[in-house]
C-alpha cells in the first residue's frame, strides 16, 4: 500500500485560505489505512477547519465526501457533482489521486491535504514501514526476499557498510540495518554463498532515474 | 600488468618494508595553505597520505584538488573516493582526471550518509557501491576500458585500496565482506583504529585462514588519544569503533597534563604489536587534528626514516 | 472575563462507571449547561464526537472513563485516552486550548465523584473563557 500522512492543519489552513466554499475529498484505500485520508479523517479535518475559521472570524463551508479510491476513473466520476459544487478541493489521496482529480477537473483547483511517503506494509498495528522503492528490476531472490535498494540507507548490493552496529543503522538507532536481516535470513535459507558472488552496479533505466514511466498493456486496449 | 610507473605505497609494501600512511583532511573553503602545513608535519615520516572526501558529508575542498596540493609539495596522495555524492559517470571522470594529475593511489569507500554532515537536507547518490567502485577502477586499469566498454586513450593504473572494519558487526561475516573487496581488485586494506588488539588479532588470522594476507596488504589504524573524554566519546558515539575499558582506565588514570602522553604510549604499544602480527603490512596514522604528532610519533616507533621515493 | 459566562459542558461517560442520568443526578447548578452523552463503552467516543461537541458550541467536553483495568470490555478507556490525548494536541494546533478536553476515571462506586468532576471543569473552564469558535 502507498503510505502517507496528513498535512499539519497549520499548512493546510494557509493552502486553503484563498477559499470559500471547499470539497474536503478523501479516499477509501490506501490512505484510508494509514489513517491519512480516509472517511473518518475527513470528517475530523473538516471539524477541524471548520473551528478554526469559526475562531478566526473567517467565512467558509466545507462539504465532505470520500470515494473508494481517487485513481480510477469509476470512482471519480462520482465526485464530479460536488466538485462542481465548490471554489476548490483539498484532496487527501496520495500524490497520483491528487493529480487524477486535478486533471479531470481542470476548472477546480485540487490541493494536496497528504504527504505522500513511501510503499509499504502495515507491519504491525499503527506501525507502518517502507519496503519498496519501485526499481523496476526486482533482485529479492538473491537476498532473501529483504530489499537492499530500499531499506539499506545506503542502498549497496554489497554491503554491509561499516556503519552497521547491533543491527542498527548507523543513520539512526531505531533504523534496522537491512544488510543484518539479508545476512540472518540467506543463514536460515542456507544460501549464504549468494553473498559472497559479486553484485554489479545496478541498471537503474527502469528506476525513476529513467525518467517518469508508464505501463501500456495492448492485450487490455480495444 | 603493464609497466606504468608504481605508486610510492605500492612500491614499499611489495619490497616487504613496514609502510606507513597517515591521514589529511582537506579544509572547509578554499585556502590551500591549511593543507600544505598538515603536509609540513607529515613530509619525511609517511609513504603517503590519505585525502579524504567530504569525510562525515561536510563539504570540504575536494579530495583530487587537495591531493594535487600534497602532490606538489613532494608528498605522495592516496586520493579517498566515496560513491556517496557522484554517480558512475562523475566517478570515473574524477579517476581519470585524477591519474592525469599524477595520483596513484586510490582508498575506495561507500561513506558517511549525508544525515551526518552539513548538508542532511542533499539527495545522496550511491549509483554504486564501495565494491562496484573497487571492481570499476581494477576494469579500468587490466582492460583499458571504461564502464560502458569504450577503450581509453591511457587507461588509469592506480593501486587500489579499500577500508575494513573488524570492529563492526556482524563479526563472522566481516572477513567474507574483506574477501569480496580483494577479489574485486583491491591491493592493500586501511582498517578502522586498533584499540582491541585481540580482536584484530582475531580478525587477522580469519583472513590469513582464506589466504588474504597473500593477496592484499593490510595496514593497521592507529589513532592516539589526547584525553579521557576523547577516549569515552570514540567508545560511545563513534559508529564501528572499539574502545575496551582497559584503555578508557588507562586514559582516566593519569592527570589531564599527562593525558596526551599515555595516549601516545598506548599508541607506540600498538604499532609495536601490529608489527609482530603476521599479515599486517604496515601502520595507518589518522591523527585527527593532531598532525603535528605524527613526525614524534613514527620516529618513537623506530620507523624512520621512511626509504626515499622511488 | 464575562461575568455572564455560563460555560456550556458535554460529558461523554460509558454507562459502567456511571449508570445514572447525569443531568438530573448532579444538584443543578446555576454557573453551567450540562449535557450529556451516554455511551455502552468509552472507546466508542471518536474523535470527530469531541470536534463536533466544540462545533456545537460546547466550552469544555468531559470524558468520564472506567479506571485503569476495570474497562469491562478490557482496553476499552486505553482506547479513549489516546484518542482523548490526540484531540487535545489537535485542539492545541488549532488554538482553541487542549485543556478544554479533559479526560476523568471513575469509579461507580462513588455517587459524589461525577459532581466533584464537574465542578473543577466548571471552575477551570470560567477561567480560559467561552469557546473562541462558539
Known amino acids: 500500500m502507498i503510505v502517507g500522512e496528513q498535512k499539519p492543519i497549520g499548512e493546510?489552513?494557509?493552502?486553503?485560505?484563498?477559499?470559500?466554499?471547499?470539497?474536503?475529498?478523501?479516499?477509501?484505500?490506501?490512505?484510508?489505512?494509514?489513517?491519512?485520508?480516509?472517511?473518518?479523517?475527513?470528517?475530523?479535518?473538516?471539524?477541524?477547519?471548520?473551528?478554526?475559521?469559526?475562531?478566526?472570524?473567517?467565512?467558509?463551508?466545507?462539504?465532505?465526501?470520500?470515494?473508494?479510491?481517487?485513481?480510477?476513473?469509476?470512482?471519480?466520476?462520482?465526485?464530479?457533482?460536488?466538485?462542481?459544487?465548490?471554489?476548490?478541493?483539498?484532496?487527501?489521496?496520495?500524490?497520483?489521486?491528487?493529480?487524477?482529480?486535478?486533471?479531470?477537473?481542470?476548472?477546480?483547483?485540487?490541493?494536496?491535504?497528504?504527504?505522500?511517503?513511501?510503499?509499504?506494509?502495515?507491519?504491525?498495528?499503527g506501525l507502518f514501514t517502507e519496503e519498496c522503492l519501485g526499481c523496476g528490476d526486482c533482485k529479492l531472490a538473491v537476498f532473501g526476499g529483504v530489499c537492499p535498494v530500499t531499506r539499506c540507507s545506503k542502498k549497496l548490493l554489497n554491503g554491509?557498510?561499516?556503519?552497521?552496529?547491533?543491527?542498527?543503522?548507523?543513520?539512526?538507532p531505531e533504523t534496522d540495518c537491512a544488510w543484518q536481516f539479508i545476512i540472518s535470513r540467506l543463514e536460515v535459507l542456507g544460501q549464504l554463498d549468494n553473498l559472497r558472488k559479486y553484485n554489479p552496479p545496478k541498471d537503474w533505466r527502469a528506476s525513476h532515474a529513467g525518467g517518469p514511466r508508464k505501463l501500456v498493456r495492448e492485450d487490455h486496449i480495444i | 600488468m603493464s609497466s606504468e610507473i608504481q605508486s610510492n605505497l605500492e612500491g614499499v609494501l611489495d619490497r616487504g618494508d613496514f609502510a606507513v600512511t597517515a591521514e589529511c583532511g582537506p579544509p572547509r573553503g578554499a585556502d590551500p595553505e591549511v593543507i600544505r602545513k598538515k603536509g609540513e608535519?607529515?613530509?619525511?615520516?609517511?609513504?603517503?597520505?590519505?585525502?579524504?572526501?567530504?569525510?562525515?558529508?561536510?563539504?570540504?575542498?575536494s579530495s583530487i584538488a587537495a591531493s594535487v596540493h600534497l602532490l606538489q609539495m613532494g608528498l605522495e596522495p592516496v586520493m579517498q573516493m566515496v560513491t556517496r555524492d557522484r554517480n558512475r559517470i562523475a566517478l570515473q571522470s574524477d579517476i581519470l582526471g585524477a591519474y592525469s594529475l599524477g595520483i596513484k593511489n586510490i582508498l575506495c569507500l561507500s561513506g558517511d550518509h549525508q544525515s551526518f554532515g552539513s548538508q542532511p537536507d542533499a539527495v545522496n547518490v550511491f549509483d554504486i557501491d564501495s565494491i562496484n567502485l573497487i571492481h570499476t577502477v581494477r576494469d579500468m586499469a587490466e582492460s583499458g576500458k571504461d564502464m560502458?566498454?569504450?577503450?581509453?586513450?591511457?587507461?588509469?593504473?592506480?593501486?587500489?585500496?579499500?577500508?575494513?572494519?573488524?570492529?563492526?558487526?556482524?563479526?563472522?561475516?566481516?572477513?567474507?565482506?574483506?574477501?569480496?573487496?580483494?577479489?574485486?581488485?583491491?591491493?592493500?586494506?586501511?582498517?578502522?583504529?586498533?584499540?582491541?588488539?585481540?580482536r584484530f588479532k582475531e580478525w587477522v588470522r580469519l583472513a590469513r585462514e582464506e589466504g588474504l594476507t597473500e593477496k592484499a596488504y593490510i595496514l593497521g589504524g592507529v589513532t592516539p588519544l589526547k584525553?579521557?573524554?576523547?577516549?569515552?566519546?570514540?567508545?560511545?558515539?563513534?559508529?564501528?569503533m572499539e574502545v575496551p575499558e582497559a584503555i578508557i582506565r588507562r586514559m582516566a588514570g593519569v592527570s589531564k597534563k599527562k593525558a596526551a602522553e599515555e595516549g601516545i604510549q598506548i599508541c607506540?604499544?600498538?604499532?609495536?604489536?601490529?608489527?609482530?602480527?603476521?599479515?599486517?603490512?604496515?601502520?595507518?596514522?589518522?591523527?585527527?587534528?593532531?598532525?603535528?604528532?605524527?613526525g614524534a610519533l613514527v620516529e618513537a616507533a623506530g620507523l624512520a626514516p621512511r626509504p626515499a621515493a622511488v | 472575563m464575562e461575568k455572564n459566562f455560563k460555560p456550556q459542558i458535554t460529558v461523554f461517560h460509558c454507562i459502567n462507571c456511571f449508570s445514572g442520568d447525569l443531568e438530573s443526578s448532579i444538584p443543578s447548578r446555576s454557573d453551567g449547561v450540562l449535557k450529556s452523552v451516554k455511551m455502552a463503552c468509552s472507546s466508542m467516543v471518536k474523535d470527530v464526537f469531541l470536534l463536533r461537541a466544540f462545533e456545537s458550541g460546547s466550552d469544555a467536553v468531559i470524558v468520564m472513563v472506567c479506571p485503569e483495568g476495570q474497562c469491562r470490555y478490557v482496553e476499552g478507556n486505553i482506547r479513549a485516552k489516546k484518542r482523548i490525548e490526540w484531540v487535545k494536541k489537535l485542539l492545541d494546533e488549532i488554538e482553541l486550548d487542549g485543556r478544554r478536553l479533559s479526560l476523568h476515571p471513575i469509579d461507580s462506586g462513588d455517587p459524589d465523584a461525577a459532581t466533584g468532576i464537574i465542578g473543577r471543569v466548571l471552575s477551570e473552564v470560567s477561567a480560559l473563557g467561552p469557546n473562541p469558535a462558539g
Not at chain 1, 554491509?160 to 539512526?172: Q, Y
Open chain 1, 160 to 172: 554491509p557498510c561499516g556503519g552497521s552496529r547491533a543491527g542498527k543503522c548507523e543513520v539512526n
Open chain 1, 12 to 125: 493546510i489552513k494557509q493552502i486553503l485560505s484563498p477559499y470559500k466554499r471547499v470539497l474536503v475529498l478523501g479516499c477509501g484505500t490506501c490512505v484510508k489505512t494509514c489513517f491519512a485520508g480516509g472517511e473518518d479523517e475527513v470528517a475530523v479535518l473538516s471539524s477541524a477547519l471548520r473551528l478554526v475559521f469559526k475562531k478566526e472570524g473567517r467565512e467558509i463551508t466545507i462539504e465532505e465526501l470520500t470515494v473508494e479510491r481517487q485513481c480510477e476513473d469509476e470512482f471519480i466520476r462520482e465526485a464530479a457533482p460536488a466538485v462542481s459544487n465548490n471554489a476548490a478541493v483539498l484532496s487527501l489521496a496520495c500524490g497520483a489521486g491528487v493529480q487524477a482529480i486535478a486533471r479531470r477537473f481542470i476548472d477546480v483547483p485540487v490541493l494536496p491535504g497528504v504527504n505522500t511517503t513511501f510503499i509499504g506494509v502495515l507491519e504491525k498495528q
Open chain 2, 227 to 240: 584525553s579521557e573524554g576523547m577516549a569515552n566519546y570514540m567508545a560511545k558515539r563513534v559508529a564501528g
Open chain 2, 268 to 294: 607506540l604499544e600498538t604499532i609495536a604489536a601490529l608489527r609482530e602480527i603476521k599479515g599486517v603490512h604496515g601502520v595507518h596514522i589518522m591523527a585527527i587534528e593532531w598532525e603535528e604528532k605524527v
Open chain 2, 148 to 198: 560502458s566498454g569504450y577503450e581509453l586513450n591511457r587507461p588509469p593504473r592506480m593501486f587500489i585500496g579499500a577500508a575494513a572494519n573488524p570492529f563492526a558487526d556482524p563479526f563472522e561475516y566481516r572477513v567474507i565482506r574483506l574477501a569480496k573487496k580483494i577479489d574485486a581488485g583491491a591491493r592493500f586494506i586501511q582498517t578502522q583504529c586498533v584499540y582491541n588488539l585481540d
Open chain 2, 41 to 61: 608535519f607529515l613530509k619525511g615520516y609517511v609513504d603517503a597520505v590519505n585525502v579524504t572526501d567530504n569525510q562525515t558529508a561536510i563539504v570540504r575542498m
